[in-house]
């Protein structure tokens, strides 16, 4: 496919399905900070309400794996929860 093409699709696709277009545009991701504040919010919250919290409440509010893995410890800090518990 030329690149003539692909805009004459875009183009089509547009005006035949205009309630595609919003999924045209991959959305940005978060920055670092946005998800390690949205995920100290959720440890707060989900420790509050539960009293523990693990890896699937994690996935199952929508983190993924790698962003567990890189910013649990600095959100655990920020949602002060080591001293909510001592």
């Not at 699709?9 to 309630?19: H, K, L, Q, S, V």
């Not at 277009?21 to 539960?50: I, N, S, T, W």
């Amino acid at each position: 496919m030329s690149a003539a093409d692909a805009r004459y699709a875009d183009e089509y696709f547009a005006t035949i399905r205009p309630d595609l277009r919003p999924f045209r545009k991959v959305p940005r991701a978060d920055p670092p900070e946005g998800v390690r504040a949205r995920m100290a919010e959720f440890l707060q919250h989900r420790y509050a309400a539960a009293g523990q919290i693990t890896r699937d409440d994690l996935v199952a509010a929508g983190f993924t794996a790698p962003d567990i893995d890189r910013h649990f410890p600095d959100a655990l800090t920020i949602a002060r929860l080591p001293q909510m518990v001592a």
